[in-house]
Every structure is written in structure tokens, then in C-alpha cells.
């Protein structure tokens, strides 16, 4: 955070803090102890060992049936963290069976059946007939058209047609041999990176945990770089969804490497995945608040783009000078730099941003902006601008849910009145 948002915060009638993520941010950065977090109504570091005003010691069953013990500290960093991967598979699989049992709980209907296809279940209601499956032709075009659904913010068509397209790819890795078999697997990490772009956006982790890994096993067997630093991406996104930004910063940086030795000679493809890495990345140390790591990687995305000479939707990433804007506008917005980010949304041209899932994405991130910097009718007409330009943007996110609750608790009578009308007409709780 900025020296003067701190100050804001600290002055007598000044801001006040009203999103969870900021009260969890300070709680981090102040290094709280357990008692102080708990009474802010935080989780504590070290929910095992933690005890309430009452002396109670909470039970490590609680959580037994999501990992081992709390104190098994003799295990080597690979069992640990398959354990942990497991573990947040296991979560994601309960939260999207369970999750449509209880009304307004999932914004959109179907997440259980990528439950059901990524835990391997044999026979998938929507996939393709059974010639098809193997028809690499057919199978890249219905990729494609999933693609194409996701950049145009129909989620809605995604989850309904993606899980069964998943488990048409998964036969047809299953059946081909040779190259066709390698082009199956390009497709499959492909269909995968879509199924975990679109459960992040939905915010069922655990799937999309498991949906990347799948991404990444398929892009490794497809023997193609260009199809592991693309599926690197999401590991990226996953990292900073479970908050280790750190490593999501290193891994994309990691990536993007390997992919700039290995090319030799970019291509326009290359150009997009390296640069999409890098705006991955920057992204993750934004989080952090690694201003020098967001600079740097920045500045590379910037030449990526300058060599590329336009914006493009190369490998279905949108790259180009645009979006590197776009992501300078979310970053300042996540480091606090709210009048920075409003100043850069200004320069952006969105005749020149081709993808609505990009553009919708630009307006949500200046709207939080428009919040930080006080500015709350703002904010409110540009969610709004977002909702026409995209309805399952402001509909069907979470993230997107939150922004609007902040939005009302902030707002003075007036703009609060307009705020809970659209979020009630949005369907969402306040």
C-alpha cells in the first residue's frame, strides 16, 4: 500500500477498511499474531495451535479430512506438496457437488460436471458422438469454439460445453498413435488451460488446481514448448490464487526464460506466449508489492509486444501493446496506485482491445480504482458500462461480487441506493 492510503487509514474519521482481502493484506504485512487476526475475524496462521478468548485449543480433525497431520514435518517437499495438491482437489471436488445444493451459492450451474470429468469419470453427458473423438479436425475446431466463447465472456456456453469436450480429448489421447496422438495431447492441455481459466474465474480453486495440472501433464506429453509455456500460465494464476505470489512471479519468469532459449528465432506465436508469461508474472509481484520485478517484467512485455508489432490473439492471448496497458491499469490498482491506474485506463484506445473478455476485465479493474480513490459514482458507472459490454462478467464472478459489495458498504445514501438496485438485479447478496 502507499504511504498516503496508510495514513488515510490511520487518520482519525479518515478511509475505512471495509474488504476482507485489505483487512487480510494489513494482518500479513503487520505480522499479527493469531489472537490479534482472529479478532479482526481472520483465519489464524496456525489454526491447529490457535486458541479463542476461552482458552479453547482447536481440533486438528477438523481438517483431517483434508490433509495429514499438521505436525508431520518429517516428509520430503514433493510428499508435502502432493499432499497439498490433493488436498485442494479434494476441497474443489466437495465445494462443486455440494455447491448447487444451496441457493445463490455458484453463479453459474454445471461446475459439478468438471468435477466429474477431472476425477475421470468414464461417461460425461455433452460430449461429442463417438466418431468424433478422435477426429483431431473436429476436435481442434470444437477447442476453438470454446475459445471463442470464454474471450467472449459466455460462460454460461463454456461450462455447459467444455466438460464433455474434455472427456473427447481424453479418449482421443487414449486411442491415437503417433503424431496424432501428440496433436491429441496439444489439444487436451489446450482444453484443460480453458477449463481452469474459466473455474478461476468462477473461484472454485480446487478444480482448477487440478485442471491446470492436467494442462501441464498434456502439454509435456505434446512435446511442444510452445504448448508448455502456454499451459504455464495457468500455473501462474493458480500459485497466486492460493497466495503464493512469489512463486507464481518465479514460475512464469522461469517459463518465459526457458521459452526465449529454446525458440531461438521468435515467431509471432512465441512473441504472445513469452509475452503473456511475462504480464503473468508482473501481475504476481504486483501482489507482492515487488515494484522492481513488476518493472522489469513490464518493460519485457513492452519489447515483446513492440516486436510483435500490433495487437494480435496469437495462441489466444490477446498479446500486444493493449493489453500490456491493460495489465499496467490492474497492477496500480492492486498496489494501491488507484489515480495512476484511472490515469492509464483513460490511455487506453478499447477500439483497440478485439477480445470482450479483455475489455469487461479493463472495466471491472478501473472500477476498483474509481473505489480505492473514493470516487464511487464513478466506480458504480463504469460496473455498469462492464455489465452491458458483458453480463456473465459482472453475473456469474465472485471477484466481481465482492467489488460490488465493497462498492455499496462504501457508498454515500445515494450511489448506495443505485448500487444495491444493480447488484439485486444482478443477483447478488449484499
Not at 50 to 73: E, F, I, T, V
Request: hydrophobic share 40%.
Amino acid at each position: 500500500m502507499t504511504q498516503g492510503k496508510i495514513s488515510e487509514y490511520m487518520k482519525q474519521g479518515g478511509r475505512q477498511v471495509l474488504a476482507l482481502e485489505v483487512f487480510e493484506r494489513i494482518a500479513d504485512g503487520l505480522g499479527m499474531p493469531d489472537d490479534a487476526r482472529m479478532t479482526l475475524g481472520l483465519a489464524p496462521r496456525s489454526f491447529a495451535q490457535s486458541r479463542d478468548s476461552s482458552g479453547w485449543l482447536a481440533d486438528p480433525s477438523l481438517l483431517g479430512s483434508l490433509g495429514g497431520s499438521p505436525y508431520a514435518s518429517d516428509e520430503d517437499g514433493e510428499s508435502v506438496q502432493r499432499r497439498t495438491f490433493h488436498r485442494l482437489a479434494t476441497a474443489g471436488l466437495f465445494e462443486a457437488v455440494l455447491g448447487d445444493a444451496t441457493p445463490g451459492n455458484a453463479p453459474l450451474g454445471g461446475v459439478d460436471a468438471f468435477a466429474a470429468v477431472l476425477a475421470g469419470t468414464p461417461d460425461v453427458l455433452g460430449g461429442l458422438p463417438d466418431p468424433a473423438r478422435t477426429d483431431l479436425s473436429v476436435l481442434r475446431a470444437s477447442v476453438a469454439s470454446a475459445k471463442r466463447a470464454y474471450q467472449g465472456c459466455s460462460y454460461s456456453t463454456v461450462t455447459e460445453s467444455l466438460p464433455g469436450l474434455l472427456a473427447a480429448v481424453r479418449t482421443a489421447c487414449d486411442v491415437l498413435t503417433g503424431d496424432d496422438r501428440l496433436r491429441a495431447h496439444a489439444l487436451s492441455a489446450e482444453a484443460h488451460y480453458l477449463a481452469a481459466s474459466i473455474l478461476l474465474k468462477l473461484d472454485s480453486e480446487g478444480l482448477a488446481w487440478l485442471a491446470a495440472d492436467r494442462s501441464m501433464q498434456c502439454a509435456r506429453r505434446s512435446e511442444d514448448p510452445l504448448t508448455v509455456a502456454a499451459s504455464a500460465r495457468n500455473l501462474t494464476r493458480v500459485l497466486m490464487r492460493g497466495g503464493h505470489f512469489g512463486a507464481a512471479s518465479a514460475v512464469a519468469g522461469a517459463f518465459a526464460a526457458r521459452l526465449d532459449r529454446d525458440i531461438g528465432k521468435h515467431t509471432p506465436d512465441s512473441l504472445s506466449v513469452y509475452g503473456a508469461l511475462l504480464l503473468c508474472g508482473a501481475v504476481a509481484a504486483g501482489r507482492r508489492n515487488d515494484r522492481a520485478t513488476v518493472a522489469t517484467m513490464l518493460n519485457e512485455a513492452d519489447d515483446a509486444a513492440r516486436r510483435l508489432g500490433g495487437d494480435h490473439n496469437h495462441r489466444w492471448t490477446a498479446f500486444g501493446p493493449t493489453n500490456v496497458r491493460l495489465h499496467r491499469v490492474s497492477i496500480s490498482a492492486c498496489l494501491g496506485d488507484a489515480g495512476q491506474a484511472v490515469v492509464q485506463a483513460r490511455c487506453v484506445d478499447l477500439d483497440r482491445v478485439p477480445i470482450t473478455e479483455r475489455k469487461a476485465v479493463l472495466l471491472v479493474d478501473t472500477s476498483r480504482a474509481l473505489l480505492q480513490w473514493g470516487k464511487h459514482e464513478k466506480a458504480y458507472e463504469i460496473m455498469r458500462a462492464a455489465e452491458r459490454l458483458a453480463p456473465e462478467e459482472v453475473s456469474a464472478r465472485p471477484a466481481v461480487h465482492r467489488l460490488l459489495r465493497d462498492l455499496h458498504a462504501a457508498s454515500p445514501p445515494t450511489v448506495r441506493r443505485r448500487v444495491g438496485e444493480f447488484a439485486t438485479q444482478m443477483g447478488v447478496r449484499l
